[in-house]
């Protein structure tokens, strides 16, 4: 069965503060009515902890590492979720039942099986 990654695009909070705490029970709700599709996924920390790596002059080159995210945005990569669902309209109909669906986004993309 195909698997499918389900990006969560929220505003940039910190996941394991306390007070997220009522907000990561949605998620919990969520992990439960999915768990039959769910195959991994986590929380993400808050931007501020990412860092970018680029490779200057490609293959070989100089590793350039910056702290921050890739792009700066309204919204924030802050977690991810690995489901295996039947095509790409499970995926969709299951991705819409994760709360970041309801105030941000949530980014569905095919996996390609070990490359």
Same mark, same amino acid.
């Given at each position: 069965? +195909? ?6 695009? /929220?505003?940039?909070?910190? &996941? ?13 709700? #969520?992990?439960?009515? !999915?768990?039959?599709?769910?195959? =991994?996924?986590?929380?993400?920390? +808050? %931007?501020? *902890?990412? /860092? %970018? ?7 070989? =080159?100089?590793?350039? !590492?910056?702290?921050? +995210?890739?792009?700066? *945005?309204?919204?924030?990569? *802050? =977690? #991810? ?18 709360? $970041? $669906? &309801?105030? =941000? ?7 390609? +099986?070990?490359?």
């Amino acid at each position: 069965m +195909p698997l499918y990654v389900a990006l969560t695009y /929220t505003k940039d909070v910190d &996941w394991s503060a306390p007070e997220q705490a009522e907000e990561l029970k949605e998620y919990q709700e #969520f992990g439960a009515a !999915a768990a039959a599709v769910i195959r =991994g996924g986590h929380a993400l920390y +808050p %931007t501020a *902890t990412a /860092t %970018t790596v680029r490779v200057a002059g490609g293959k070989g =080159g100089d590793v350039v !590492a910056s702290d921050g +995210p890739y792009a700066e *945005t309204k919204e924030a990569l *802050t =977690g #991810f979720y690995l489901l295996e669902c039947a095509d790409l309209d499970e995926a969709v109909k299951v991705s819409a039942g994760l709360p $970041a $669906a &309801w105030d =941000g986004a949530v980014e569905v993309r095919p996996v390609i +099986p070990r490359v």
